[in-house]
């Protein structure tokens, strides 16, 4: 008799060669890994956000924050990996759009001039940074642009490793999310801006960091449980593409491990971590 589970999933997975990261107090990934690593400590101060050098001087001065977060994370991934961003396929995964120009659409609407600025109008949707993505590295490859409010980093894990399990190609991750200025931060208070890129490859490199392999469960998700990790814990919850700082721990220590993250209930996403 033919004992085989045909309902167990197979796991998807492959090999972390860059990242990238920026939180509030924490510019780049060195900064975010010294303070994984137990090396220094978390200091909250407001979100650092490089200036898009590679766009056009008319795009550059029209980037908003979501766009120039966006941006560093993806090309301070690639860099890590030595990778040439035009030739990488990418998942840009968020939880909303700029709430910035959001704030200033509604504000717009709700005067006695409703014209809006077409400039304005196209920075207003969600894959805006994908686009300027686009602008600014000449990437002719595929793009996906997912959200799934807080499991949007899950699900934009999810996709980026179908794709490279799929595609067998390299698959650039980029999640972020952005701060809603009153009275729409009453209803969304994410703090401040923040997010995470991770560079995805079908086999390890010379530049691999870890093999990654992703599975469901129905189990809770991982939190930060060091006392002196804390502060990002509460960024962990705060902002939802931080929801990655568990696996971002371990690819920081360089330690094998499982860890659960958060996607849409009752489903979780299981990850297993194997440093090179």
């Known amino acids: 008799m033919n004992t085989t589970n045909t309902n167990a999933a197979t796991p998807l997975r492959a090999w972390v060669d860059g990242i990238g990261f920026i939180a509030p107090g924490l510019p780049d990934w060195p900064a975010a890994r010294a303070v994984l690593r137990g090396e220094q400590a978390w200091q909250s101060a407001p979100s650092i956000l490089p200036a898009p050098g590679l766009l056009p001087p ?3 001065r029209r980037a908003s924050r979501v766009v120039k977060l966006a941006l560093a994370l993806g090309l301070e991934a690639a860099a890590h990996a030595e990778a040439d961003p035009a030739t990488l396929a990418t998942v840009f995964a968020a939880s909303g759009a700029d709430g910035h120009n959001c704030h200033a659409l509604c504000e717009q609407l709700a005067g006695d001039d409703r014209q809006i600025s077409p400039t304005r109008f196209h920075n207003s949707v969600h894959n805006a940074a994908a686009g300027y993505w686009g602008i600014a590295t000449h990437a002719m490859q595929p793009c996906q642009v997912i959200c799934a409010f ?9 996709d980026a490793l179908a794709q490279v399990a799929g595609d067998g190609v390299p698959v650039l991750l980029i999640a972020y999310d952005s701060e809603y200025p009153q009275p729409l931060h009453a209803k969304r208070d994410t ?6 890129a991770l560079l995805l490859s079908p086999a390890p490199t010379a530049h691999s960091l870890a093999a990654i392999e992703l599975a469901p469960t129905d189990a809770a998700a991982d939190r930060l449980t060091d006392p002196d990790l804390a502060g990002l814990e509460n960024l962990r919850t705060a902002i939802p593409a931080l929801r990655a700082l568990p696996l971002l721990e371990h690819l920081a220590r360089g330690s094998a491990g499982t860890v659960t993250l958060d996607y849409l209930p009752p ?7 194997q440093p090179c």
Do not use: H, T, Y
């Open 58 to 60: 008319a795009e550059r």
């Open 150 to 158: 807080d499991a949007s980093f899950g699900a934009g894990l999810l």
């Open 191 to 196: 703090p401040d801006c923040g997010g995470v």
């Open 267 to 273: 489903m979780q996403l299981r990850i297993g971590v």
